[in-house]
């Protein structure tokens, strides 16, 4: 099946700091999504990027289809971005999604 | 608009008693798929139920089953629980099946197994 890779697996800021997180997977995609899963356990979506670049606030992402990534950057990085954040991708017709191992990132302040 | 809900939130259960878990998708939606996070395996998907059908499956035994109500709303259920089975099980919903759009996932419910 198809693998999805996260990177890097830990990622530690300093408030106002930005970061990038990577999602490489092994196949093509016609589905792509970003959530961040909260010490809670609630998985939020953040994007749904099959390709191209959105934006949300101080969030962005961008898929390049073509060349099997996906990246989302948080600017201005902030306490309550802590958390872990994962990529997955669904291929075929069906809605199985493929979770990457996520990326866990906490934010000082 | 309700987003997924699952019920209960929690539960304790000891080795060997079965159990049922509950999740309305969001109106309008009629895929529902279920998932299983554990420390150890990650976010490992369940199954996929649309229009009361299973539609697809993830390596998970037989003990773990679930169905689909013709309102959506879906069920799984685990029998013979094993203190393996401890996780968080996330239900996600979606419009439909072959359709590129997003899933949305509930709260979740967190199973501990002693």
């Known amino acids: 099946g198809i693998q999805v890779e996260q990177s890097p697996p830990d990622l530690i800021l300093q408030e106002g700091a930005n970061s990038t997180l990577r999602c490489n997977f092994s196949d093509s995609v016609n589905n792509l999504q970003w959530f961040h899963q909260n010490p809670w356990g609630q998985l939020i979506n953040l994007f749904y990027i099959p390709s191209g670049t959105k934006q949300n606030g101080r969030l962005s992402a961008t898929t390049v289809a073509t060349e099997r990534y996906s990246l989302l950057y948080i600017s201005s990085s902030q306490t309550t971005d802590s958390g872990v954040y994962f990529c997955?991708?669904?291929?075929?017709?069906?809605?199985?999604?493929?979770f990457g191992k996520g990326i866990t990132l906490s934010v000082r302040p | 608009k309700a987003g997924v809900t699952q019920t209960p939130r929690y539960l304790i259960k000891t080795r060997g008693q079965q159990v049922t878990l509950s999740c309305s998708p969001i109106?309008?939606?009629?895929?529902v798929s279920w998932y299983q996070q554990t420390p150890g395996q990650g976010l490992q998907f369940l199954f996929e139920?649309?229009?009361?059908?299973?539609?697809n499956k993830g390596n998970f035994p037989g003990r773990f089953s679930g169905r689909q109500f013709s309102n959506s709303r879906s069920e799984m259920n685990v029998s013979t629980l094993e203190l393996g089975d401890s996780a968080l099980y996330l239900c996600?919903?979606?419009?439909?099946?072959?359709?590129?759009?997003?899933?949305?996932f509930g709260d979740g419910t967190r199973l501990s197994i002693l």
């Open positions: 997955a991708v669904r291929t075929g017709a069906n809605s199985k999604l493929t």
């Open positions: 996600a919903s979606s419009l439909g099946i072959g359709l590129n759009q997003p899933q949305h």
């Open positions: 109106s309008g939606h009629r895929s």
């Open positions: 139920y649309f229009s009361e059908t299973q539609r």
